[in-house]
């Protein structure tokens, strides 16, 4: 395997962190230009560890003003245009997925009684996207895990669409886009997440376009492209279940999975939004920042019955879909270039075995050592510019 010497790059966030391969000897206090380089064996790739470093100690669960990534630090409402409000100017609506099932009203599974408009399916599913750059370069698709939003992807926006046209979407249930509730035209199983993922790619972009996709939505993102190779030019995934026992969702994501219990917590904004994504990583979260990822359950109880939807099939079928997504990805036919980013101080995933999993399915492996399970949350713009990197890297090689 030839080694494509790459150009020194430097990643910043407000800590004016630089990333480089780590080394036994490299120190972890001083600033140190670092190079990407491609794996050098001839069999197998080997993993490239990044090293942040910064001026200031690491702290975790740090204060509001330190991190960019989860923790509530109060609340405050306003009469005024929200965080929300703005990032949903930012974006658009796209029509995607045809709408199956009945036709009745929905009504809630807890009284039967009638739900409102949010929960009502029109013909065919409205899904919230924003995107970035020129429509005419090559497309990148920014997929959130669970549970998230495209908010999440709003650094990493900037970044690539310097090059890219970079678009982030929220998933049917989550953020901005419908969320029906189930048993009437959507039923939130990892089987129809894939259906409809094929018909939003189809509809947003005629050519090839690059994956990337964060935590438990990967192998339904996997399960896709490995049916749709023709139409994938790159995939990378983000702290992704690789491992067995990646297979089961923590505590914190499966309580919503409860009969009635799950219900009833899913309907708690600070629940369902705030403790659901504080658990996962090191950082606190900016008040601006939580009123965005709240705002889908302060405004509908449907936010609330989707997670708990989807919660549910996750339980059923996320052991499935790792196997599936780890034989995919072990396949020697598998021919999409592959990279895996792993942010190390991921409080759900043990990145115990993600390593050698890497180095036998010969796919490329960096470590992001100062970001939690929501990599494109705790280290955006850093993920930005890695992303970029691989990108580039790539095309050189090809």
Not at 69 to 94: L, M, N, R, T
Not at 214 to 223: E, H, L, M, T
Not at 285 to 314: N, Q
Request: net charge negative.
């Amino acid at each position: 395997m030839a080694i494509v010497q790459a150009k020194t790059i430097s990643f910043h966030s407000h800590h004016h962190p630089q990333l480089l391969p780590s080394s036994p000897t490299a120190s972890t206090s001083s600033f140190v230009h670092g190079q990407l380089k491609s794996p050098a064996s001839k069999n197998r790739r080997k993993c490239l560890r990044i090293s942040c470093t910064y001026e200031d100690d690491y702290l975790i669960d740090a204060p509001v003003s330190e991190g960019d990534g989860f923790s509530f630090f109060g609340g405050k409402y306003s009469d005024g245009s929200s965080p929300a409000d703005e990032w949903f100017k930012q974006g658009k609506i796209v029509k995607a997925v045809t709408v199956s099932g009945s036709g009745e009203t929905a009504k809630d599974p807890i009284f039967g009684l009638d739900l409102g408009s949010a929960s009502q399916a029109d013909e065919i599913f409205r899904w919230f996207c924003v995107e970035s750059g020129n429509a005419d370069n090559h497309t990148v698709l920014l997929i959130h895990g669970f549970p998230s939003q495209a908010y999440s992807y709003r650094k990493v926006l900037p970044v690539l669409s310097k090059n890219y046209h970079a678009i982030a979407f929220d998933w049917l249930g989550f953020g901005f886009s419908e969320k029906p509730q189930p048993g009437y035209g959507f039923d939130y199983t990892l089987d129809e997440y894939v259906a409809s993922l094929e018909s939003f790619v189809n509809e947003i972009a005629n050519d090839k376009v690059s994956l990337v996709v964060q935590g438990y939505f990967s192998p339904v993102v996997v399960k896709y492209a490995s049916k749709h190779k023709d139409k994938l030019k790159d995939l990378i995934l983000l702290n992704p279940p690789l491992t067995a026992k990646h297979a089961n969702l923590p505590s914190t994501l499966s309580i919503f999975s409860n009969f009635l219990l799950g219900e009833i917590f899913s309907q708690d904004p600070l629940r369902a939004s705030d403790k659901a994504l504080t658990s996962c990583g090191p950082y606190q979260m900016k008040e601006d920042d939580a009123m965005v990822y709240r705002s889908p359950y302060l405004s509908s109880g449907s936010s609330g019955f989707a997670l708990t939807a989807i919660s549910r099939g996750m339980k059923k079928q996320l052991k499935q879909y790792v196997e599936e997504m780890r034989t995919i990805l072990m396949d020697k036919s598998w021919k999409i270039p592959t990279t895996v980013c792993w942010g190390q101080r991921d409080r759900w995933l043990n990145n115990d075995g993600v390593e050698d999993f890497c180095n036998d399915s010969n796919h490329e492996l960096i470590e992001l050592p100062m970001a939690g399970h929501h990599v494109q949350e705790d280290s955006g713009e850093e993920l930005g510019k890695v992303i970029s990197e691989i990108f580039r890297k790539r095309r050189l090689i090809g």
